[in-house]
């Protein structure tokens, strides 16, 4: 199953900016239900704000999660400062990106420095032109609704599941390599995958590594592929 999150795709906006973590949890676990999958072991894949959605999810699966592989993601913050300081920011953009619109805005969120490595991608011109389109006050919803400013730390929930879970970071991707080498530390048991030539973007900028990784990491935990 392969899910657009709320705002983006097909899927309906979510209904305001409030924190949104538990409902989209609870809208992913209607669409395992509605596939049959009531019941099944699961794993899930997730890449950056997917993955932080997947870290949420985790908690929900209980005897059920054979795996998760957390791409580029953010285990939350700690201090309830640091929290409100990344809310604050996330507003701002929010705000941003419904002012001035979708187009200016995703030029410029790809010139960040580390968003930048998109551009190293295979068709890098196509797909920044598809996230030109879409619904810039659904987007600012999402981007508020599930912002990491509402993400309380996840790592000591992953610890309880650690050898179930994988990190997976690009080696050009120094804040999130450093970040994820460190959740991997305080998460005894998980694994930690860098994907060489890569930034972010891991699934973009190196799929067949990135493919043969989750492989790999599926194949460690006894699943079927």
Do not use: N
């Not at 551009?119 to 920044?128: E, G, N, S």
């Not at 610890?159 to 005894?188: C, F, N």
């Amino acid at each position: 199953l392969t899910v657009d999150l709320p705002g983006h795709g097909d899927s309906p906006a979510l209904p305001s900016d409030r924190p949104a973590f538990e409902l989209v949890c609870a809208q992913l676990l209607a669409v395992v239900e509605a596939a049959g999958l009531r019941s099944a072991p699961l794993s899930v894949v997730g890449y950056s704000l997917g993955a932080r959605v997947a870290m949420a999810l985790l908690g929900h699966l209980s005897q059920r999660l054979k795996q998760a592989i957390l791409i580029s993601g953010h285990p939350g913050l700690d201090e309830p400062d640091a929290r409100a300081q990344r809310l604050q920011v996330d507003r701002e953009r929010a705000a941003r990106l419904v002012r001035e619109g979708l187009p200016a805005f995703v030029d410029q969120w790809y010139r960040a420095p580390l968003l930048a490595t998109l551009h190293r991608a295979a068709h890098a011109d196509a797909i920044v032109r598809r996230r030109r389109q879409g619904d810039a006050d659904a987007l600012a919803r999402t981007l508020i609704a599930l912002s990491t400013g509402h993400q309380p730390l996840r790592l000591p929930t992953i610890a309880k599941i650690a050898p179930h879970v994988h990190w997976m970071a690009g080696e050009d991707d120094t804040k999130y390599r450093s970040l994820l080498r460190h959740a991997a530390v305080q998460t005894p048991g998980s694994g930690l995958h860098i994907i060489p030539g890569a930034g972010h973007h891991v699934h973009l900028e190196q799929p067949k590594l990135c493919a043969a990784a989750i492989r790999r990491a599926l194949v460690s935990q006894g699943g079927r592929l």
